[in-house]
C-alpha cells in the first residue's frame, strides 16, 4: 500500500505557472504508474497526466497538451506536475493517484491509490 502527500496547489493568475508535487510513502513506489487526476465544481473527475513507472510513457489530456508535463523521481519517491500558461478552467481539486498494475488501469480511474487533493485557482 502507498499513501500520497501533494503540495503545491495556490492562487495564480492566468498565465502563470505552478508545480504540484507528490510524495509517497514506501518502498515500492518506483513500481508504481502514477498520475494526476482533476475534478472542479460540479464535474466529474478527470485524468490530466500519466506516467510509467520508468517515465517511458506519459499520457496527457488534450486540454493540458503543451502546458503541462509530468515528471517523476523515483529516488525521491515524489511525482511533479509542472503546470505552465495556466487557465482559470485548470481551476480544480487535482489529486495525485497510485497504480501498481499500470497506466492503463491509472488512466481508468478505478482501484488506485489516492491523495488527499490540493486546490488550483486561476484568476483571470
Known amino acids: 500500500q502507498v499513501q500520497l502527500v501533494e503540495s503545491g496547489g495556490g492562487l495564480v493568475q492566468a498565465g502563470g505557472s505552478l508545480r504540484l508535487s507528490c510524495a509517497a510513502s514506501?518502498?515500492?513506489?518506483?513500481?508504481?504508474?502514477m498520475g494526476w487526476f482533476r475534478q472542479a465544481p460540479g464535474k466529474e473527475r478527470e485524468l490530466v497526466a500519466a506516467?510509467?513507472?520508468?517515465?517511458?510513457?506519459?499520457y496527457y489530456a488534450d486540454s493540458v497538451k503543451g502546458r503541462f508535463t509530468i515528471s517523476r523521481d523515483n529516488a525521491k519517491n515524489t511525482v511533479y506536475l509542472q503546470m505552465n500558461t495556466l487557465k482559470p478552467e485548470d481551476t480544480a481539486v487535482y489529486y495525485c493517484?497510485?497504480?501498481?498494475?499500470?497506466?492503463?488501469?491509472?488512466?481508468?480511474?478505478?482501484?488506485?491509490?489516492w491523495g488527499q487533493g490540493t486546490q488550483v485557482t486561476v484568476s483571470s
Open positions: 493517484a497510485a497504480q501498481p498494475t499500470g497506466v492503463n488501469y491509472l488512466r481508468l480511474g478505478v482501484n488506485n491509490y
Open positions: 514506501g518502498r515500492t513506489f518506483s513500481s508504481y504508474a
Open positions: 506516467i510509467s513507472s520508468r517515465s517511458s510513457n506519459t
